[in-house]
């Protein structure tokens, strides 16, 4: 199943259109897309799959992302370290402190600046 | 608590009233003022970040004290205090220059809520705060110049015909929410759609939608339906100008 010439990561994230601009503008950095729409999915795929990164976005419905990186970081999985960048609607209402207390290793505001996206995937994957 | 306190300035002609706004700011830097001269004054002295002003004062009531502030170019949030409450009252002060409208009595958490929003740093650049009406430009072009480094003409295409399709159902589930009055949901999708619209250089159509979700964190539920339906009628228009520009392109 596994192939290291591509890298898996888990985009997390309500909105399909986000999701499929996610999947294209990754292609470039060669990432396999795994999708979920709400934060309990991330939690029930995050336990069955082994991934590189995950996107999440903030605003999710059932569980929030900043809940489900709590929930993830303190899991005894063996990847409850894994790469978490957060995507948010609004960063300037939520304190840099909030994302990165939540156990986010970095984060961006919508509207996406997809170079930099691009930047963060590749640094927290290479 | 932030470093630096904003400054609020309070403006009432009733003392028993000032006293009442202190203590409930009492966590912001304040100054005051009896009247829309007194305010004029005391905020060419001391500058302000926000403005409680009452309407009724002698002198110089609160909507020309406003007035003159707004035709100075002076942004800042400045909240009307008055004993009114119709809607067309507040659709009167909105119209005329005021960011917002606090009517009597005022419970402590309310004066502590919307002081607060207004002087989030998110609620200062959505708002255009000036007398005249806000008009955002239909797109963003940088963004949609940056998305297609990534896309080609056609997969960007694709893509914003599912964003306006997604949010057509979007639109539909508030709708369905605001039957329930499920405020929370709505204000969980709009910020949505906010986010989306800005990701893909709908950038009115998400300035809309911030404003819209602002006005509801406000726990400004009322009128809602009619501020929906002409939000509605605004994203058909942005999605309308996004079809035009295609076929203007096409040719």
Redesign the interface.
């Given at each position: 199943m596994t192939n290291d010439s591509y890298k898996k990561v888990l985009v997390a994230e309500d909105s399909s259109v986000i999701q499929n601009l996610l999947k294209k503008i990754l292609l470039f950095e060669n990432c396999k897309i795994t999708s979920a729409k709400d934060g309990q999915k991330v939690l029930d795929i995050f336990e069955k799959e082994d991934f590189d990164l995950i996107i999440m976005d903030i605003n999710l419905p059932h569980v929030d992302g900043l809940e489900a990186t709590r929930i993830i970081r303190a899991s005894n999985s063996k990847n409850a370290n894994i790469p978490i960048i957060g995507i948010s609607g609004n960063a300037k209402n939520l304190p840099e402190s909030d994302f990165i207390d939540a156990g986010m290793n970095d984060y961006m505001q919508k509207p996406l600046n997809y170079d930099k996206l691009i930047e963060l995937v590749k640094k927290y994957t290479n | 608590m932030p470093a630096l306190k904003k400054r609020v300035l309070i403006v009432d002609d009733n003392a028993v009233n000032r006293k009442y706004l202190k203590t409930v700011l009492k966590d912001y830097d304040l100054t005051e003022a009896e009247n829309g001269i007194e305010a004029l004054e005391q905020f060419n002295t001391t500058a302000a970040d926000l403005i409680l002003m009452d309407i009724q004062m002698p002198v110089m009531d609160g909507m020309e004290c406003m007035k003159v502030l707004r035709d100075k170019n002076v942004s800042i949030p400045i909240l009307a205090i008055t004993a009114f409450s119709g809607n067309e009252d507040r659709d009167k002060f909105i119209n005329e220059g005021f960011s917002d409208f606090l009517a009597k009595p005022l419970p402590p958490n309310t004066i502590r809520t919307v002081v607060g929003n207004w002087l989030?740093?998110?609620k200062q650049?959505l708002q255009v705060y000036t007398n005249k009406k806000p008009d955002y430009s239909e797109f963003?072009l940088d963004?949609i110049e940056?998305?297609k480094?990534?896309?080609t003409e056609n997969?960007y295409k694709k893509?914003v015909v599912?964003?306006i399709d997604?949010t057509k159902i979007f639109l539909n589930n508030i709708d369905l929410l605001t039957n329930k009055d499920d405020f929370s949901s709505i204000i969980?999708i709009l910020?949505?759609i906010?986010?989306?619209a800005?990701?893909?250089?709908f950038y009115r159509l998400?300035k809309l939608s911030a404003v819209l979700e602002a006005k509801l964190k406000n726990e400004q539920f009322q009128n809602f339906s009619d501020n929906f339906e002409a939000f509605k009628s605004n994203a058909y228009a942005s999605f309308e100008a996004f079809k035009t520009q295609l076929n203007r392109n096409d040719d």
């Open positions: - | 989030s740093p998110d650049t963003d963004i940056d998305l480094k990534y896309l997969e893509l599912d964003f997604e969980r910020h949505t906010k986010g989306n800005a990701s893909l250089g998400s």
